[in-house]
């Protein structure tokens, strides 16, 4: 995946998300860090922290348009003074690669070893975070109990912190659907190895619409897949989950991945699992650093796939990519994307992309949600990618 979620520990190297002016504002430090506000207040809820009676970080009351002021607070570690690096603050990546290391800069509060920062929240926000103290020195809030699901999620670790009006997806919070469909291995020769979901009682039923997902993730997206079956928000369908054999395989990629994906896989599958042969039926959807790799096999090979399915797509989509898609006119495409508006790095992208689809004739449903760029993200929000591409017709 494109940012943060390749890797954290060497948050330096690769980064995350930038800041942007549109997206957050940040309150109560002035052009010399000096706190601005009720500075009783905050001592105040300070002592109820250090008391162990109170969480961080502080969540305000909604204004006119409903968003809130959240402030972090963090506590000065060995003498380094803390910042706060997040979804909504920012992860300190520009669009182009380079880094702040001063985003998240913290206001002290008077002369405690507390430090704070303010911005301004949208509603039904979810928003990741650590407390950073060095380039290399990335922490979870020690006075923040919830963590998010990224490590269930194949992600990162990180702290958490929602507006009190966000809803978590019910068929991941849950009961399980039941029966679920069941997953197994497939011996298809080729470059990559690959999983294939079966629906709850498929049995001698077929041939069932198509999924091939650009990711080995098959536990988390399968569970979404049972639960949309079950209350019939989507057909019920065959699923692939293609990637490398081995970590650190690099076969399962470029041009030999890309005519396997759309050729070999697609007629095993036919043959093999109760796929559908017909490309009206089947989608091709992958995730951050693999939406590329579907964008390029969606257009490049027009009778494989007629669906695309796109989740927190990367800036790997460059702009010689974007402007690629207008010479393939010949092809029309049903897509959904899933955009996050805190994932300032990539969010340019995937508008841009958005865009370039609608104009080049190909029918776009596009879904932006109040989040960053992470595994918890485009899991939490499959729902909004696979229900455009399966629904009922």
Not at 15 to 29: D, E, F, S, T
Not at 248 to 275: K, N
Request: hydrophobic share 45%; proline share 7%; aromatic share 6%.
């Amino acid at each position: 995946m494109t940012g943060r979620r390749l890797s954290l520990g060497i948050l330096a190297g690769l980064g995350v998300l930038a800041l942007g002016a549109w997206a957050w504002r940040a309150l109560g430090a002035g052009r010399g860090g000096a706190l601005a506000g009720p500075a009783i207040a905050i001592e105040a809820a300070i002592a109820e922290i250090e008391a162990g009676r109170r969480t961080t970080p502080l969540v305000g009351e909604p204004a006119a348009g409903g968003e809130r002021v959240v402030t972090f607070l963090a506590r000065r570690e060995g003498g380094q003074a803390p910042r706060i690096v997040s979804d909504v603050t920012g992860w300190g990546e520009h669009v182009d690669g380079t880094f702040d290391f001063s985003a998240g800069t913290m206001a002290r509060v008077g002369q405690s070893d507390w430090y704070l920062l303010r911005a301004e929240v949208a509603p039904r926000a979810r928003i990741e975070y650590l407390i950073a103290y060095g380039q290399a020195d990335y922490r979870l809030d020690p006075h923040n109990p919830r963590h998010s699901a990224g490590p269930e999620a194949g992600g990162l670790a990180a702290s958490e912190v929602v507006m009190p009006d966000y809803v978590p997806p019910e068929e991941l919070y849950g009961p399980r659907a039941s029966p679920a469909g069941a997953v197994s291995e497939a011996d298809i020769p080729g470059p990559c190895r690959v999983a294939v979901y079966r629906p709850a009682g498929a049995g001698g039923a077929g041939p069932y619409p198509l999924a091939v997902f650009l990711d080995s993730r098959s536990g988390q997206i399968s569970r979404v897949l049972d639960w949309l079956i079950a209350r019939r928000a989507i057909e019920p369908v065959v699923a692939a989950f293609v990637g490398p054999r081995s970590a650190g395989d690099g076969h399962c990629s470029g041009a030999a991945a890309h005519a396997f994906v759309a050729g070999p896989l697609l007629t095993w599958l036919a043959s093999h699992a109760a796929g559908a042969s017909d490309r009206q039926r089947r989608a091709i959807v992958a995730i951050s650093f693999g939406a590329k790799d579907a964008l390029d096999i969606a257009l490049e090979y027009p009778r494989a796939y007629s669906r695309l399915g796109l989740l927190v797509p990367g800036r790997r989509i460059g702009r010689a990519d974007i402007a690629g898609i207008a010479e393939h006119r010949g092809v029309r495409l049903q897509v959904a994307i899933l955009a996050g508006r805190y994932d300032q790095a990539n969010l340019p992208t995937a508008r841009a992309v958005r865009q370039a689809l609608a104009d080049a004739g190909h029918v776009v449903e596009y879904t932006e949600v109040p989040e960053g760029h992470s595994a918890v993200t485009w899991r939490n929000h499959l729902r909004a990618v696979l229900v455009p591409l399966f629904g009922a017709r």
